[in-house]
């Protein structure tokens, strides 16, 4: 796969990611909402350990990568649906650089506070706790195989 065409691939599965968000979250709790609204420290703690645990797993794969994939004699694969299975180092570097500025605009787009059927919800939060239980499981595994990190 080429790089542009690579690059078209992360491109589609993003803007599905926030299609999705945007309409799952569509109803802000105010009809004032604005972009970044309510922005907290703590949504800043939130968004700093995902974006740790986004860079140990982007040392990591690009460790596999710069290897050839190949850990202890034995072929590995990336388990990332949007990457191919044996990525180049500059296709992991668009793709960790990409969805780190995805993340962060979708973190900050959404609203801090939501209705879906009378419930009132914190879509921001859900998104960033559901990417970081998602990255630290990325992370432990590739962590529990023998992978480590050489940037």
């Not at 690579?6 to 803007?15: D, H, L, P, Q, W």
């Not at 949504?43 to 982007?58: E, I, P, R, S, W």
């Not at 960790?96 to 939060?125: C, M, Q, V, W, Y």
Request: glycine share 6%; proline share 5%.
């Amino acid at each position: 796969m080429t790089s542009l065409a690579f690059m078209g691939v992360v491109v589609k599965r993003t803007s599905a990611c926030i299609a999705l968000a945007i309409f799952l979250f569509c109803t802000p709790a105010h009809a004032e909402y604005k972009f970044a609204d309510s922005w907290t420290w703590k949504d800043t703690a939130y968004q700093a350990t995902f974006l740790t645990l986004l860079g140990v797993d982007y040392g990591q794969t690009r460790t596999m990568a710069k290897n050839n994939w190949i850990l202890d004699g034995r072929l590995h694969y990336e388990s990332c649906p949007v990457l191919p299975r044996h990525p180049s180092t500059s296709e992991v570097d668009l793709y960790f650089g990409l969805s780190a500025l995805a993340h962060t605009i979708i973190a900050l787009a959404l609203p801090p506070e939501a209705k879906i059927f009378d419930f009132k919800i914190n879509p921001r939060r859900i998104w960033q706790s559901v990417w970081i239980a998602t990255e630290a499981g990325y992370v432990g595994y590739n962590y529990s195989v023998g992978v480590r990190i050489e940037f």
